[in-house]
């Protein structure tokens, strides 16, 4: 930064370092332990967490009533992805004094009160497997004075898992599970017998199997289920339907665990659209530069404007253009920085279309320290861009656009006046998509978390879409990548 000018300025590179390095997010984190956690020593508490092998793990609740496959998923979800299941007979094992208390209850058929609860969570996260790897605590909280408990000691879920099901379905799933005595193994009548007949004649009913059982632990968990949704954050939870085949419960809870929850760390949009001439980028760059004040910029428009305004990067590009030569790329560079490093980007963040059209454009932008948080691909059909291109025509008496389908123009006369440019020629449309065709696998590849977007729709169903994925943190491509 220069001191000698004010206000003072912070270049550009400095937030994207920050972003690529997740410096907020970071900082965040360490904020809502220290405050959590309360340690006598602040700073030697941040120390302690910035030497942690990875201090951003999973920790996931997973709470639905009895037999709706709680236990079954959380199992698969730490097959893949090597997060810790904590469920009752985990807790057990820590070795302090409320192992007691709980047990006692648990026999009973009381519920744990919340502070035990609490105690028993708190030093089983504690653990290096937990710290290392994430958590998901199975079946619990089961009232909402646990779900209170657990927060006064320090134990916020990033993701809670709510799985429903119809009664119904319920007691026939309970009613017809199995337990094999001599490995634990669980199974099912119906729906998950076992395949060893060895196997399915050892199998026995569980204790307490009986519909009057199972109808008195539904009836508990639909009293306390709305208090212990109250009591979560909301942002952070999800109800799905449990009642499909376990593949289907299965892959929504995997995505929901992959989405990142909302960060209140400052950003600045950097947005790329990419698509077809005629898919709607520049109706969608003008929506999302109106509601978010992003800096539209367009390729085409700025090498208008620098050729108009006569400056030394514009003399440059119409010695080229004016003998319809393609225009080197480290020219369109040099035009397209000058823009994105005035203070409005910076400040605003942008939305840019027309550039880059190769990989090679798309390397040399990231080089020059511009490279976008968000790059969306419109996807649209050849036959819709084409009617939407080859149908346009301009008054030249007017000067006023006109398409002979969506917006025809007013009278007779008008029409028969009507010129179609050249560009918009089927067969010049034609090469246009062929040509976007050839580099866009290219582009994809090279942005690997870019989004697709159907673009054969409404426009402001598709800036909807647009915004819905703009305004929720990238997903990660796998819980693993946490690990």
């Known amino acids: 930064?220069?001191?000698?000018?004010?206000?003072?300025?912070?270049?550009?590179?400095?937030?994207?370092?920050?972003?690529?390095?997740?410096?907020?997010?970071?900082?965040?984190?360490?904020?809502?332990?220290?405050?959590?956690?309360?340690?006598?020593?602040?700073?030697?508490?941040?120390?302690?967490?910035?030497?942690?092998?990875?201090?951003?793990?999973?920790?996931?609740?997973?709470?639905?009533?009895?037999?709706?496959?709680?236990?079954?998923?959380?199992?698969?979800?730490?097959?893949?992805?090597?997060?810790?299941?904590?469920?009752?007979?985990?807790?057990?094992?820590?070795?302090?004094?409320?192992?007691?208390?709980?047990?006692?209850?648990?026999?009973?058929?009381?519920?744990?009160?919340?502070?035990?609860?609490?105690?028993?969570?708190?030093?089983?996260?504690?653990?290096?497997?937990?710290?290392?790897?994430?958590?998901?605590?199975?079946?619990?909280?089961?009232?909402?004075?646990?779900?209170?408990?657990?927060q006064r000691h320090g134990i916020f879920a990033k993701h809670v898992v709510f799985l429903e099901a119809p009664d119904m379905v319920l007691v026939e799933r309970f009613m017809g599970k199995r337990v094999d005595p001599q490995t634990g193994g669980i199974y099912h009548l119906t729906f998950e017998p076992p395949e060893s007949p060895e196997v399915t004649r050892r199998i026995k009913p569980l204790e307490n199997q009986t519909e009057k059982h199972l109808r008195k632990q539904l009836l508990h968990y639909h009293r306390n289920v709305e208090g212990i949704r109250a009591a979560v954050c909301k942002g952070t939870t999800k109800i799905i339907n449990a009642d499909q085949p376990k593949t289907d419960v299965y892959a929504q809870v995997y995505h929901f665990l992959c989405q990142q929850p909302r960060s209140v760390a400052p950003q600045c949009p950097r947005v790329i659209l990419q698509g077809p001439r005629g898919s709607g980028k520049g109706t969608q760059a003008a929506l999302l530069a109106a509601k978010y004040g992003l800096v539209n910029v367009s390729m085409v428009e700025l090498i208008k404007q620098a050729i108009?305004?006569?400056?030394?990067?514009?003399?440059?590009?119409?010695?080229?253009?004016?003998?319809?030569?393609?225009?080197?790329d480290n020219i369109v560079l040099k035009?397209?920085?000058?823009?994105?490093?005035?203070?409005?980007?910076?400040?605003?963040?942008?939305?840019?279309?027309?550039?880059?059209?190769?990989?090679?454009?798309?390397?040399?932008?990231?080089?020059?320290?511009?490279?976008?948080?968000?790059?969306?691909?419109?996807?649209?059909?050849?036959?819709?861009?084409?009617?939407r291109l080859s149908l346009r025509r301009t008054d030249p008496v007017t000067g006023q656009a006109f398409h002979l389908i969506y917006n025809p123009p007013p009278s007779l006369e008008m029409k028969r006046r009507l010129k179609t440019h050249h560009k918009d020629a089927e067969s010049a449309v034609d090469e246009d998509v062929l040509s976007y065709d050839s580099q866009v696998e290219e582009l994809m590849d090279y942005y690997s978390a870019s989004q697709s977007?159907?673009?054969?729709?409404?426009?402001?169903?598709?800036?909807?879409?647009?915004?819905?994925?703009?305004?929720?943190?990238?997903?990660?491509?796998?819980?693993?990548?946490?690990?």
């Open 1 to 150: 930064m220069d001191e000698t000018k004010r206000p003072l300025k912070i270049p550009p590179e400095f937030t994207m370092y920050a972003e690529k390095n997740e410096l907020f997010s970071l900082y965040e984190r360490m904020i809502q332990e220290i405050i959590v956690a309360q340690p006598a020593d602040p700073l030697e508490h941040m120390i302690n967490i910035l030497h942690r092998e990875n201090d951003d793990v999973p920790q996931i609740m997973m709470i639905g009533p009895p037999a709706a496959g709680k236990g079954s998923i959380a199992h698969l979800v730490e097959k893949e992805s090597g997060i810790h299941k904590i469920d009752t007979a985990d807790l057990f094992t820590v070795d302090i004094e409320p192992v007691k208390q709980a047990k006692e209850c648990i026999e009973r058929e009381d519920d744990i009160p919340g502070d035990v609860l609490g105690a028993l969570v708190k030093e089983r996260i504690s653990k290096k497997d937990c710290a290392d790897h994430g958590w998901m605590l199975v079946g619990y909280p089961k009232t909402r004075d646990q779900a209170l408990a657990l």
């Open 335 to 387: 035009c397209l920085v000058e823009r994105l490093s005035k203070l409005d980007c910076a400040t605003k963040g942008w939305v840019l279309r027309g550039y880059p059209r190769s990989r090679h454009q798309a390397e040399a932008l990231s080089e020059a320290g511009y490279a976008p948080n968000r790059v969306y691909f419109l996807e649209c059909p050849t036959d819709t861009i084409v009617e």
């Open 453 to 483: 977007v159907n673009a054969d729709q409404d426009p402001h169903t598709v800036f909807e879409s647009i915004e819905s994925l703009l305004t929720k943190p990238l997903p990660k491509q796998t819980l693993k990548a946490t690990l």
């Open 308 to 328: 108009a305004d006569n400056s030394k990067v514009g003399n440059m590009m119409s010695t080229y253009i004016d003998k319809k030569m393609m225009v080197p």
